[in-house]
Each structure stands twice: as structure tokens, then as C-alpha cells.
């Protein structure tokens, strides 16, 4: 049984992430306190959901660079659609469906034109980028936001914040849809032959299309939930996530070569990744240092998988 | 035998081309010409268009030689990126590694000529530091490409962390004022006719990859194993020979770039690297380079970058929201990417 | 094969086998100085891999290969056109996107050198008297993906050539696969007439199917089957007859085939095509197919058969003609038309596609039967887990678990796990697209047999085998295709199977 267990590919980051909160908890008297704890929910729980979008695409075999400029733009649009006077309810619909369109482009051109994912995502990153910041006006006086929007960033339940249980509940339903469900498996069969899946009738441009729109909706909503907590939208939201997003989810078993994955190893990559960054600030190491850690996490993630990856293909006679 | 080799194969209409050729040097030279605008017709159209839409919109003040020669000015240091750049697009790869090759040979660039952090005053000398060091930098990329059968996206990210990573730590995340005078009126400076040196020195690296490109067995087997690089194998070509040298070459052209941004700005700094990759991508995307491979010379990366550098001095002219800037740049670069696509080649990029 | 002093090429007791799959068994071959020797004999009779060997693309396991006379082993195909031997391939060697030029003096382009850059000029003038070579008036620049395949096919010979000359080797060697499949009639005798010519300065070995264009124009045709050297005989004179009867053997041996378990079809029609037919690729046909009966559809490349099949499972399309399934009539789109109308394909290159070969057996055969695997409304593990054994043990899959990664199976194996998946989702028409190549002997007998039982148990299948005697032994009926018709229907009842030399006459 033990050896089942460390061959699931969520063994690694669940270790990986014990093993660094136990160091940092002995490091650092503050680690176990409710306001470090607070704050490591704070940004876990919106990173997840982006990196749960993150990993469908990268199941599928592709990947999705424009991640960190849709939450800007739903964080951007949260604002301007406040100062318009709109609910809570009517801003978060609209900023979602923003998000999916968005998502949708991005479907749109790698699915159906067949543009290369890593140019289409760039470029897409540029577009919503741009177009985000011509909402942002730092002079500007934005309206407060109203009490149930910010009750959704600060609101706790149990003892965990609601974005927590937003974050866990999609968790659970993706981690079902994956395991169980048939659209669920038909994302691992694309990722792992997209040709073979293609001859079995899958309509894999759909599945991909789908994947990246469902990605754009994920990114929103983790925008809506940040800028809830911050209670204001500032220009840095989303700068540099897409990196943690990638790292997360490769060390969370995704793998560039697609068909690999879970929810929960995810989930459990970018609670690996916050440690980290929750270590950078009790530590309180200087940037260049955390560039440097996060660089050679990125490399040692980017060599095992591609070691991996070569070995696979190796034992199977593919090169 | 000879009436049946006669009518069987189909006549083929003598080519207007063919027969130039044919007809002395000059005729030669007539044909190449009229090739070269074949080849790019495209790319001076869209030209054209821009300067139209801009002319017209800023009441002439776009065509103006003030304008032009600025424009030209803004194109020298990503036309040598994008010269670098392509060449690794041609073959089927790409190259994430700009950034941090710019950053790492600015800041050395920065410590070795005359500044006030420390003595050192190399003067002229930091010519072939930086091309060894850029040089070196494009190898290990290759090495790591080919070796260790990373894809180049992968290998070259993983490069740019590393490399990003040691100029911020070599530099103290600091910039180095540099006062090394002769340097940078050299690179402001026109000396030659009133045009820009960085033109210059951009027309001088068009030709020097031209002659690679289409008189050099290098230059050759570059496209053979952009075409099909199982063909190229086949056909006795070093496939990983010829990876590790192109990726050398744009490393070089990372370095000199690297060279004439920071004595232009009198300081170094491990970001002077940054957002310089998306731009160098989409002069060659939208100077006819096909993602695919196989398609693209050094007339269309210095074309495509001419094209983008006057788009964006353009839209700076019509005072254009910055940002909204950024989103055109989005749009053309996927735009040019989706026009350029071979639909029978399409794959992950290698 | 009594030593000729003055042959070329010399090669005695070839033998080479992949994993378990004999290629070729103590083969004897000989070139001799300026002559066309015509090679034939069926897929799989070990041609090709005679003529990688003799370029130096495979070792031989065993066996004496001399060049004039003296040993020679050959590392890379580089070195064995430096000594001058060398292949057309008949997927063609040349870059889509150069021009012939530079195509033709690819990785050759030393000898161009002027102050370190190539002479272009110079390389022009090379370029057009080598294409003078072949009669060909070409612009050197034009891109190869603007020729046409003739002008493409004459362009390699060319290049060959000189590349076989260049090197001083005395008496060349060129090898030509196939060439006249892509060739109109013209074509053809402008190419012979060239190989004529070229004859006078090189041998030149001839592999082709077109029997009677190999008599015509060769001096010697050697036979080739099942990786064994048959027979030679002079072309002048050659009975064509007794060519194909050298190709494909005296009759079959034994129960084969489990012809004695071969069952009667029963009358009502799975599937019937009316007058389909696709522009460039065939002409109407029909025929139909009834429950438990297997089809042969034989016919060389370029008969059309390749097309007809995909578009029966919705990779290309009908140009005319109704599709019939069940008796209603139906139109096939895409791959997912033919499988929700209950056709499967088992593809010639499982690997690529007819596996996920990163994914275990049990996923593999699920594939497409997940939703039947439900409980609660989810895909239960249990039920998955049942599913895949039962199918391993119904179609005797050897595998360590079910949780074994299909990569790591053998050849054969992998084939029952795609044949198991397709009968797990209950399709009851079964396109077998050479279902037992790459596998061994042992092997393939046993998939003889998985395929009589899936007919006896009802199932309609469509098979395309390696050599005729499967086609024959397994089918109830044979479908022979030629240039784009149906040039004969045989009956093959189980009692009373035709030879191959009967129906060899309608194939090529």
C-alpha cells in the first residue's frame, strides 16, 4: 500500500509541502500564527483556482500564458463596474463572463487556427494587459466597494476564509469531473494521443476550445476573490502568476507533454509555491535572493520533467 | 528516343526570371531584385499602409526626415534581437532566452567599461568580450537544446532564468552608470551621411546574414532541417552542429544588442532586457518568418522590425493610450503568426 | 549463385531479423556492371530491407556483402554513396521548401568553396548540366514544392548520379523504389529512356511491382518472398505468368488460417456501399457485407483501396455513391459518424494511432465504453477494472495487470488490446488494416485466430492483409482493386480456397 501511495503523482507535492512547512514552523515562531495563516490562505486559495485552469489546459497537451492578465482585467472591471453603481451579484456575472470570453479567444486560436499555444497566450496576455490597464486611472477616486463584496474576501466560515471553501468546493468537483466523469478522461486521452483520439471521434478542438474557455473563467473568478480581499484593484494584480501557475502544476504532476494531472496536485504545487513565498517574507530575504529560488525551482521542475519525459520515451521505443 | 523525350515531359513556359538570369550580370542583378520585392511584397505593402494611416493622421509629421531618421534609430537594436532571433525560428525552435542574455551582457558591459562602481576601463576590447559571452551563452542553449532533447522553448526559458538570475546578482540588482563618452556618441550618433550608425550597423549584419543564409553550407542546412530536419539527417547534415551554431550566432547578436542599449543609455542594469523578447518575436512573425520553419530571411526580420518600429512610433505620434499600445501590439503579432502557419506542418514547436 | 568476378555487388546468406520477425534468410544477391536488374516479389518479401542493407542503412545479422569484389561494410548511408551505392526512396529525399539546387547539393555543397562563401554561379552551371543529364530544362531555383511529381522523381535520379559520380567510385550503384507509381504513361518511357542512358555509366536496380514494365525494360529480374531468394531469369523472353507465380508461391499449407472453422455468412447485409466512388482516387464501386463474413480488399498502392477505407471511416469523404448500414442509409463524416454507426478500425500503425501508449490496458480498452462503466452517475473504478479483465481474458492478452502501461507490451499483444477495445464498445463492422504486420510468427497465428472467432460470432469485418496468401486464407470473399476498379471478385469457401497465382493476374 505504501508503494501505491508514493506513486501517485500528488505524492510529491504533498511532501514536498510538509516538509516545508515543518522547516518553516521550526524557523520561525510566526509561521503558526492566524495572521500568517490568514494571509497563506489569502493567496493560495485564488493562485489554486487559476492553476486548476492552468492544469486542464496542460492535461490537454497545451498551456495558457494569459492567465495573469485576465485577473487584472477582472480586477480592473470589479472596480470600474463598482463605480458604474452595479450590485455585487451583476459585477461578479459580468466579470466572469469577461473572463470566459477571454478564455474564449484564446480557445478560438489555438483550438480552431491552430496558432501555436505559447505565441496565442502571449499574445492574448498583451491584448487583455493593455486593455485592462486602459481602465486603471491611479489618480482617479474609486468608490468604496460594497459591503457583500468585500464580506467575500473577508468573510471566514468555520475558521477559513469563504475563498478557501470556493477554492476546496472546486477542488472536489473538478477532481470528481477528472477521475470520473467521460468529458473528465477524454482530456487525458487528447493530452496523452491527441491523433489516436482524433480517429476514436473525440472532437478534440472542442476539448481543447472548452479548456482554454473554462481557464478564462477560472482566472476571473480568482481575480474577483483577490481584489475582494485587497478591497481595491491595483495594476500588479496577476504580474508573474502564470510562472508560479506553471511550476505549481508541473511540480503537481502536469507535464509539457500532456496527458498527466490532477486537481489536487495542483492544488497541493501552489501550496508548495505560497510556502515559499510565506518563506521569503519570514525570512525576510531580499529579492535577488527569491529570484534566484524561484529560478532554480523552475529549472529543477523543468529538467525532472523533461528527464522523465525522455526516459518514458526511451523505454517505449519512441526514440 | 529523342521525339519521345521531346513531347513527354510538359513545356514548361520560359519564366521571365529564367531568362534575366541568363542575360549577363545585369540581368542577374535585375532578377535578384525583382525576387527580393516578390519575396517581401507583402511586408512593403503593410509599410506602406502604416506610413499612410500615419502620415495622413499626423498631418505629415510622421514622413518627415526628423521622424524617419527617429524611426530608424528605434529599429537598430531589435532588428540585431530579431537577426539573432529568427534564424532559431527558421529552424522550428524558439529562443526565450533573450532577456536574460541581454541582461547578463549588459550588466558585464557595465562592469567592464569605464563606470564608477569599480577601475575597470576595457574601452574597445568589450567588443569581443561581449560577442564571446553572448556567444557562449547561444552555445549552452544549444547544447542543452540538442543534448539533452529539451524542447528549445523549455531549454531556453530554463537558460533565461539561470542567466537573469546571475546579472541581478552580479550587478547587486543595482545599475552601473557607465562613462564611457565615446561610446555612446557612437551610438547615437550619425556620422556617415546623417544616417543613424545604428541603421549602419543594422544594414552591415543584414548583409553579413544574408551571405550565411544563402552562400554558406551552415546557412543552408538551416532551412533543410526547418523544411524537414529527418531529410536533413538523412542527407549527411550535423542536424546538431548546425542547432548549436545558430544558437550561438543569436546569442552573439544578444550581446552586441546588449552593447548598444546600455551605452545608449549610459547605464546598465539587469532589467535593460526586459519586454525586448515580445517585440523581436513579432518583427520576425510580421516580417514573414513562419512559426512553422523552413521560411524567412534576414531581409524579412529587418523588414518586419522596420514595420513595428514605425507602427509603434506611430501610434506614440497620435498620442495612443500606452496600453492600448500594448494590446495592438497583441493583436498584430497573432494576426501575422495565423497568416504565416503552414497548416500541414502543425505540431508542438521543437 | 556461382561468384562472378566481375560483379559489382555481391551479397550472399543476407539474414536479418527485427525482434522476432525474419526479414530476410540467407538471401544471395548480385549487380552486375551496367545492367537494370528488376527486383520484385509482395510486401514484406524483403526488398526493401535488402536495399537498406546494401546502402547502409541496416546492418545485416549475417551474410557476405562484397563491392568489386572486396568486403564492405557500410556504417551510413554517407559512406556508401561515397563508394557509390545509393537509394531513391519513394517518399523522395528532397526538402519541400529549397530549391532544387540546393536540394541537390545538399551536405555536398565542399566542392562550391571560393573565399570561404559558395560560388553560386559555378553551382548554377553544375546544377543545370547535371539536370541536362535527365533531359530536364528547369530553372535551378525553382522551389521543389512547385515541381511536379515527375519532374521531382527525374530530379532524385539526377542527384543521384552525381552524387554516386563524385566520388570516383568505378562502378556506381543507384537503386530506384518503386519510381513509376507517380508517373503517367509519357513519363514512364521518358524515365526509361533516361535509365537507358544512365545505364551506360552505372547499374541501376529496379523495384516495381509493374511487372510487365520491369520485363520490358530490365536485363535481368530477380524473385524475392517471404525474405527468401526464389528464382532469376533473363527479361528477354520472361513469362510474366511464371513471374507471378515465383511472387507468390505454390499454394497454402495446412490449417493456416483455421479455413476448416470458416463459417458461411449468414444472408442478412451489415454493411452495403452503392456506387461510391472518389474523384482521383477510384470509380464506383459496390459491394456489400453480410453478418460473419470476412472481406479481403486487396490491391497495390495506388489502387485505391487506402482511400476507399478511409472514407468508409470517416477520415476522407465520399465524392458519390450511398452508404448503407444495418439498411438504413447513413453518411459518414468524420470518425465519430462511423463509430456511433457502428464501424471500428484497427489502423495500420497501432502505436501512433491506435493506442495511448503512456496509458495502462485498462484504459486503453475503456476507452470507448466509459459511459457504459457508470454507477451513481460516475465512471465507477470497479466496473472499469471488470470490464478490462474480462476483455484480457476473452482475448487471452498477456499482460502483467491491467495496470500495465500498453508501451510496454509486445507488438502482438497491443494488437489485441486495440481489437479488444473496439469489440468492448460492440461495433459489428471491424476494418483491419494489416493487422499482423510487425508481429511475430507466433503471433500472428494466434491473432488468425482471435479474427475467425470474431466472424463466427457474427461480427463483419473488412481486412487488408500483408501478403495474399493471408488475404485469401482468411476471407470468405476477396475484393481485388486495381488503378481505382474493382477488377475481380473471388469466392474463397473454406473447402475450396483459390491459389494466389489464380487471382495474382487481377492485382498487378
Known amino acids: 500500500m505504501p508503494g501505491k501511495l508514493a506513486r501517485k503523482s500528488e505524492f510529491v507535492p504533498l511532501v514536498l509541502s510538509l516538509a516545508l512547512a515543518a522547516a518553516l514552523s521550526a524557523a520561525s515562531g510566526v509561521f503558526w500564527t492566524s495572521a500568517n495563516l490568514n494571509s497563506l490562505q489569502a493567496s493560495i486559495a485564488p493562485t489554486a483556482i487559476m492553476a486548476f485552469g492552468m492544469m486542464l489546459c496542460l492535461i490537454c497537451g497545451y498551456f495558457d500564458l494569459s492567465i495573469g492578465s485576465i485577473m487584472l482585467l477582472a480586477g480592473l472591471l470589479s472596480g470600474k463596474f463598482n463605480d458604474w453603481g452595479l450590485s455585487t451579484p451583476a459585477i461578479v456575472l459580468f466579470v466572469l463572463l469577461a473572463g470566459l470570453a477571454v478564455g474564449c479567444l484564446n480557445g478560438f486560436l489555438v483550438a480552431v487556427l491552430g496558432i501555436n499555444a505559447l505565441i496565442a497566450t502571449i499574445g492574448v496576455q498583451y491584448i487583455g494587459y493593455g486593455f485592462a490597464m486602459t481602465l486603471w486611472d491611479r489618480n482617479m477616486q474609486h468608490r468604496k466597494f460594497p459591503g457583500d463584496f468585500i464580506a467575500m474576501g473577508d468573510g471566514q466560515f468555520l475558521g477559513m476564509y469563504y475563498m478557501t471553501w470556493v477554492m476546496l468546493a472546486i477542488l472536489v468537483g473538478l477532481g470528481f469531473f477528472l477521475k470520473y466523469t467521460l468529458s473528465g478522461r477524454r482530456l487525458y486521452y487528447v493530452g496523452g494521443n491527441r491523433e489516436a483520439s482524433r480517429l476514436i471521434g473525440f472532437n478534440d478542438r472542442r476539448i481543447v476550445f472548452l479548456c482554454y474557455a473554462a481557464t478564462g473563467l477560472l482566472a476571473a473568478l480568482a481575480g474577483v476573490l483577490a481584489v475582494a480581499r485587497i478591497q481595491s484593484p491595483t495594476q500588479y494584480m496577476g504580474g508573474g502568476v502564470h510562472m508560479t501557475c506553471m511550476i505549481a502544476c508541473v511540480i503537481g504532476g502536469g507535464s509539457f507533454a500532456g496527458g498527466k494531472g490532477s486537481a489536487l496536485g495542483a492544488a497541493l504545487g501552489v501550496t508548495f509555491m505560497s510556502l515559499l513565498t510565506n518563506m521569503f517574507n519570514l525570512l525576510e530575504m531580499n529579492t535577488q535572493l527569491q529570484n534566484v529560488v524561484v529560478g532554480l525551482t523552475l529549472i529543477a521542475v523543468i529538467v525532472v520533467d523533461g528527464y522523465l519525459n525522455l526516459k518514458k520515451m526511451r523505454a517505449m521505443g519512441m526514440i | 528516343m529523342d521525339n519521345v523525350q521531346a513531347d513527354a515531359l510538359p513545356k514548361r513556359p520560359q519564366s521571365y526570371l529564367t531568362g534575366l538570369k541568363e542575360g549577363g550580370r545585369a540581368g542577374w542583378l535585375l532578377a535578384q531584385g525583382l525576387m527580393f520585392l516578390g519575396a517581401v511584397w507583402g511586408q512593403l505593402l503593410s ?36 537577426l539573432g532571433v529568427h534564424q532559431i525560428v527558421v529552424m522550428g525552435g524558439m529562443d526565450l532566452s533573450l532577456e536574460g542574455v541581454v541582461a547578463i551582457c549588459g550588466v558585464v558591459c557595465g562592469l567592464l567599461l569605464k563606470n564608477n562602481v569599480n577601475s575597470m576601463d576595457v574601452g574597445f576590447w568589450i567588443l569581443p568580450i561581449v560577442v564571446a559571452l553572448g556567444g557562449a551563452v547561444g552555445l549552452l542553449s544549444g547544447i542543452i537544446h540538442t543534448k539533452l532533447k529539451m524542447p528549445s522553448f523549455i ?27 565615446r561610446f555612446q556618441r557612437l551610438v ?26 544563402s552562400r554558406t553550407k551552415t546557412g543552408i542546412a538551416m532551412y533543410a532541417i526547418g523544411g524537414d530536419e529527418t531529410l536533413a539527417r538523412q542527407a549527411g547534415i550535423n542536424v546538431n552542429r548546425v542547432k548549436v551554431i545558430v544558437f550561438a550566432i543569436c546569442g552573439v547578436m544578444y550581446g552586441i544588442a546588449a552593447l548598444f542599449l546600455v551605452t545608449r543609455l549610459n547605464s546598465a542594469a539587469a532589467r535593460v532586457g526586459n519586454l525586448l523578447l515580445f517585440p523581436a518575436m513579432t518583427a520576425a512573425a510580421v516580417g514573414g518568418v513562419s512559426l512553422t520553419g523552413g521560411l524567412g530571411r534576414a531581409r524579412n526580420a529587418v ?16 498620442r495612443v493610450n500606452p496600453y492600448l499600445q500594448e494590446a495592438v501590439n497583441g493583436i498584430v503579432l497573432i494576426t501575422a503568426v495565423a497568416l504565416t502557419i503552414d497548416r500541414k506542418k502543425l505540431g508542438f514547436i521543437k | 549463385m556461382t561468384a562472378n568476378s566481375t560483379s559489382v555487388v555481391m551479397m550472399r546468406r543476407m539474414s536479418k531479423r527485427f525482434k522476432n520477425v525474419v526479414a530476410l534468410d540467407r538471401v544471395d544477391f548480385e549487380v552486375r556492371p551496367q545492367e537494370i536488374v528488376g527486383l520484385v516479389g509482395e510486401n514484406g518479401a524483403g526488398k526493401s530491407t535488402l536495399m537498406k542493407i546494401l546502402i547502409g542503412l541496416y546492418q545485416p545479422d549475417d551474410g557476405e556483402y562484397l563491392l568489386n569484389g572486396r568486403p564492405i561494410k557500410f556504417r551510413t548511408p554517407q559512406e556508401a554513396m561515397r563508394q557509390g551505392v545509393g537509394m531513391v526512396f519513394q517518399e523522395g529525399c528532397m526538402v519541400q521548401n529549397l530549391s532544387v539546387q540546393d536540394n541537390v547539393f545538399l551536405g555536398h555543397e565542399d566542392g562550391f568553396r571560393r573565399w570561404r562563401v559558395l560560388d553560386r554561379g559555378a553551382m548554377r552551371r553544375e546544377c543545370k548540366a547535371i539536370l541536362d543529364r535527365v533531359n530536364l530544362r528547369l530553372d535551378p531555383d525553382t522551389l521543389v514544392r512547385e515541381l511536379p511529381p515527375a519532374e521531382r522523381q527525374m530530379v532524385e535520379i539526377a542527384r543521384l548520379l552525381w552524387l554516386l559520380k563524385r566520388y570516383g567510385a568505378p562502378n556506381p550503384v543507384m537503386i530506384l523504389d518503386e519510381p513509376t507509381t507517380v508517373l503517367q504513361e509519357k513519363e514512364v518511357a521518358t524515365l526509361f529512356a533516361a535509365l537507358r542512358e544512365i545505364k551506360k555509366e552505372a547499374s541501376i536496380v529496379l523495384i516495381s511491382h509493374r511487372l510487365e514494365e520491369v520485363i520490358e525494360n530490365s536485363n535481368r529480374i530477380v524473385i524475392f518472398k517471404d525474405g527468401k531468394y526464389v528464382d532469376q531469369m533473363p527479361a528477354a523472353g520472361a513469362d510474366i505468368h511464371r513471374i507471378e507465380e515465383l511472387m507468390v508461391g505454390r499454394g497454402m499449407r495446412g490449417n493456416h488460417y483455421s479455413e476448416d472453422k470458416q463459417r458461411i455468412p449468414a444472408p442478412n447485409e451489415r454493411l452495403r456501399l452503392e456506387n461510391v466512388s472518389k474523384k482521383g482516387f477510384f470509380e464506383p464501386m459496390s459491394f ?5 463474413e470476412i472481406i479481403s480488399l486487396v490491391g497495390l498502392i495506388g489502387s485505391g483501396k487506402e482511400e476507399l477505407t478511409k472514407c468508409l471511416l470517416g477520415v476522407a469523404r465520399f465524392d458519390g455513391g450511398r452508404v448503407f448500414v444495418e439498411g438504413k442509409e447513413r453518411t459518414i463524416r468524420s470518425p465519430s459518424d462511423a463509430i456511433r454507426h457502428g464501424i471500428g478500425h484497427v489502423p495500420i500503425d497501432r502505436r501512433q494511432e491506435g493506442l495511448a501508449l503512456d496509458f495502462n490496458v485498462a484504459d486503453n480498452i475503456n476507452m470507448l465504453v466509459l459511459r457504459r462503466l457508470k454507477a451513481h452517475g460516475l465512471i465507477s473504478p470497479r466496473r472499469e477494472r471488470e470490464n478490462a479483465l474480462h476483455w484480457v481474458e476473452d482475448g487471452r492478452i498477456k499482460t502483467p495487470s491491467v495496470k500495465t502501461k500498453c508501451g510496454n507490451l509486445s507488438g502482438g499483444n497491443q494488437q489485441k488490446v486495440v481489437i479488444s477495445k473496439w469489440l468492448s464498445s460492440g461495433v459489428n463492422i471491424l476494418v483491419l488494416d494489416h493487422p499482423t504486420r510487425g508481429i511475430d510468427v507466433g503471433a500472428k497465428e494466434e491473432i488468425f485466430k482471435r479474427i475467425r472467432a470474431l466472424a463466427d460470432h457474427g461480427m463483419s469485418l473488412i481486412i487488408m492483409c500483408d501478403t495474399l496468401e493471408e488475404d485469401i486464407g482468411l476471407g470468405n470473399r476477396m475484393i481485388i482493386m486495381k488503378d481505382g476498379k474493382v477488377t475481380r471478385e473471388v469466392e474463397c469457401p473454406g473447402d475450396a480456397k483459390p491459389t494466389p497465382q489464380d487471382v495474382i493476374e487481377a492485382i498487378v
Do not use: K
Request: proline letters at 4%; one cysteine or more.
Open chain 2, 47 to 82: 509599410l506602406a499602409i502604416v506610413c499612410l494611416i500615419f502620415g495622413i493622421g499626423s498631418g505629415g509629421r510622421f514622413l518627415s526626415p526628423d521622424n524617419i531618421h527617429a524611426i530608424v534609430g528605434l529599429a537598430g537594436v531589435p532588428a540585431l534581437l530579431c
Open chain 2, 155 to 181: 531549454a531556453t526559458l530554463g537558460v533565461q532564468w539561470v542567466f537573469f538570475g546571475f546579472a541581478i546578482l552580479i550587478s547587486g540588482g543595482r545599475s552601473i552608470p557607465i562613462q564611457d563618452a
Open chain 2, 188 to 213: 547615437t550618433g550619425s556620422h556617415i551621411l546623417g544616417i543613424p550608425n545604428l541603421a549602419l550597423v543594422g544594414v552591415f549584419f543584414w548583409l553579413v546574414f544574408e551571405i550565411f543564409q
Open chain 2, 303 to 318: 523588414l518586419g522590425t522596420v514595420i513595428i518600429s514605425a507602427l509603434n512610433n506611430g501610434m506614440v505620434m497620435m
Open chain 3, 288 to 292: 456489400s457485407l453480410r453478418e460473419g
